[in-house]
């Protein structure tokens, strides 16, 4: 029996679409030790925000079963807290009342009403953003709301901290911030997390360990790459350290580099998640999609 | 550049002015507004002149407004009859207790004829109640609906089969089921107030119903992931989650349930001679005096102002409860 805080043993998923049964993922395996930091990293449509939502609990597993602490997971839950692409905050909640909210659901009958408050303030604090207590979301950068959602999953105290794309809507200075303090955050508190992204730099910058997802239909884990670089890291230091090079170039490598491989059609165009991954299919997807039947990518370009 | 600086500011005072008086009054967007109405008065005034009918001349604006004057006339003329009934009784049981402590004094109610003010509050009071009724139904129902699919869909034909049924196919229903099963010594409603009431309900269900399903159902998704993933009981999600996001949706459907409301309402009580408007309506209509055209007209105008009021009353409602203040309501 492995002794792994969240393990993730032989995970399939089949949805079913008009053209009938559709695998989107298939034989997944992983297990995380507590505090480990790992980022997935694949094509769009891979299932790389399907494995995220069957560890949530959002997606059930056609096979295979994800297990937390010796339990097994099969409905969400706040232990298992995610970070929303769009920050997902309640556009009628101030920023204090969307913790609140959280705080209220775990909290209420273990902590006094004050040490809830105290609890709220404290957790909006550590992303800088006791300032704006009483302010809308829509009344806040976008930035701004992504630190609020990340509050709102810190205050949780989740066991695993799930992050679908976090800093992907946010321009290049705003994500740098962001990165800083999930970095000294996690550093802090030694949160387990689990992160998609799309940008390279990021993955290595944050990871212990990055999986490199296959391309679907019946995508898996086709690589682990370890990122062995000393923490606390620096942005500007790693810039020019080796071993960061040589890694960035090993993502970058299995992301562009084999093209002989062939594409079969991306997964988003039948799957619930289509709708879930509308903004990454426009920017992307077009590269990898071959649109008639099975002709492999190659023969595009 | 001096030269113009001072002869430009003649110019500028006159713009600042009329900067200010335009914000104190939309001029720009009221002109329009009155010219329409003028060409629209002008128009009646010319239209009416030219209609005869048994009952006399189509009345014009002067004519309407006259019965407007007259109206009012008529409704102090009441009070004052009846505020000099109570003190005629008043005085009566006064004397009557003075001789004989122990005799035992009536109180009557006075029975005149309810004036048109009169008729307009029972029409609002009875389409209050019916809209109130409504919505205490259409709310939770569409909400549960929304939340159950199977119940949605169980329900949704019953919707689709009533939902375009007249107000007036419903009345004789109504009122034989209302006469059979409420009676009561001393009723805290009329039976008129009730029977008008709930087939004012039973058309502005529909609307409501229909959109604050349509509003629960169309809540965001990642919302709904961010209510499971915190394991939110079902109360708190529907208080903090699904109303607040279907609120904007529901109150599309309870201003057009209102709007709904209003216009069942005064055909129902010309239908049913259940005191109102419509019966006002009804009953000048049957009058047939010179004057009858007019005082019927006066109602029209009435009933039109009053459903811009209502509509605009739950426009402010909406603007208090919504948390989308820059959504845009018209």
């Known amino acids: ?301 | 550049m001096s030269v113009t600086g001072t002869m430009t500011q003649p110019d500028q005072r006159f713009e600042q002015a009329s900067g200010r008086l335009g914000k104190l009054l939309p001029v720009k967007t009221l002109a329009p507004s009155i010219i329409g109405l003028v060409v629209f008065l002008l128009f009646w005034a010319t239209a009416a002149g030219r209609i005869d009918t048994s009952l006399g001349q189509f009345p014009g604006p002067a004519m309407v407004w006259e019965q407007v004057q007259e109206l009012a006339k008529e409704h102090r003329r009441s009070r004052e009859k009846q505020a000099a009934f109570y003190k005629r009784q008043e005085k009566r049981n006064a004397a009557k207790l003075a001789k004989d402590p122990s005799a035992e004094v009536k109180i009557r109610a006075y029975t005149g004829q309810p004036t048109f003010l009169d008729q307009v509050f029972t029409s609002l009071y009875t389409v209050a109640g019916g809209f109130g009724l409504a919505t205490l139904i259409a709310v939770p129902v569409g909400i549960i609906c929304g939340l159950n699919r199977g119940l949605f869909l169980a329900l949704n034909p019953i919707i689709q089969l009533f939902k375009p049924v007249s107000p007036l196919a419903w009345l004789p229903l109504v009122t034989m089921v209302v006469s059979a099963t409420y009676v009561s010594e001393d009723p805290f409603f009329e039976k008129s107030f009730v029977n008008s009431a709930i087939t004012v309900a039973l058309c502005c269900l529909w609307p409501t119903l229909v959109n604050t399903i349509v509003g629960v159902v169309s809540v965001d998704k990642d919302l709904i992931n961010v209510s499971r993933v915190m394991a939110l009981p079902t109360s708190t999600h529907i208080r903090k989650i699904l109303v607040p996001a279907a609120v904007p949706m529901m109150f599309t459907g309870l201003r057009l349930s209102l709007a709904t409301g209003w216009m069942v309402l005064i055909a129902a009580e010309m239908l049913a001679q259940n005191p109102g408007l419509g019966k006002f309506v009804w009953d000048e209509f049957q009058n047939g005096s010179s004057q009858s055209l007019s005082r019927i007209m006066v109602a029209v105008l009435a009933i039109g102002l009053i459903g811009f009021a209502l509509d605009k009353l739950m426009l402010l409602l909406q603007r208090r409860v919504s948390w989308d203040k820059n959504a845009v309501l018209r």
């Open chain 1, 1 to 301: 029996m492995a002794t792994s805080y969240l393990e993730l043993s032989q995970v399939g998923i089949e949805f079913d679409s008009r053209h009938g049964k559709f695998r989107a993922l298939d034989d997944i395996n992983l297990s995380l030790d507590r505090g480990e930091f790992v980022s997935l990293i694949g094509h769009s449509g891979c299932g790389k925000s399907t494995v995220l939502n069957i560890v949530a609990g959002l997606h059930e597993a056609t096979e295979g079963g994800v297990i937390l602490e010796g339990k097994e997971v099969n409905r969400p839950g706040p232990d298992r807290a995610v970070v929303f692409q769009n920050h997902s905050l309640l556009p009628w909640l101030t920023v204090y009342e969307n913790v609140e909210l959280a705080v209220n659901r775990v909290f209420k009958g273990l902590k006094s009403k004050s040490e809830r408050r105290d609890w709220i303030l404290h957790n909006l604090r550590r992303v800088n953003m006791e300032h704006a207590l009483d302010k809308l979301p829509s009344e806040i950068s976008g930035g701004m709301k992504q630190r609020v959602g990340i509050a709102r999953c810190l205050s949780m105290e989740p066991k695993v901290l799930l992050m679908d794309e976090p800093f992907g809507a946010l321009d290049a200075l705003t994500r740098a911030q962001l990165q800083d303090s999930l970095m000294a955050i996690q550093a802090e508190l030694g949160n387990t997390v689990i992160m998609i992204t799309h940008d390279v730099d990021e993955a290595v910058l944050l990871s212990d360990r990055i999986i490199m997802m296959s391309n679907g239909p019946a995508a898996t884990i086709s690589k682990i790459l370890p990122v062995n670089l000393d923490r606390p890291r620096d942005r500007l230091a790693l810039a020019e350290d080796r071993e960061f090079v040589r890694l960035r170039h090993a993502v970058l490598e299995f992301l562009y580099g084999n093209k002989s491989e062939p594409v079969t059609p991306a997964a988003t165009a039948l799957t619930d998640d289509a709708a879930l991954d509308k903004r990454e299919s426009i920017t992307t997807e077009k590269k990898y999609r071959v649109t008639s039947g099975m002709r492999p990518l190659t023969a595009m370009a």
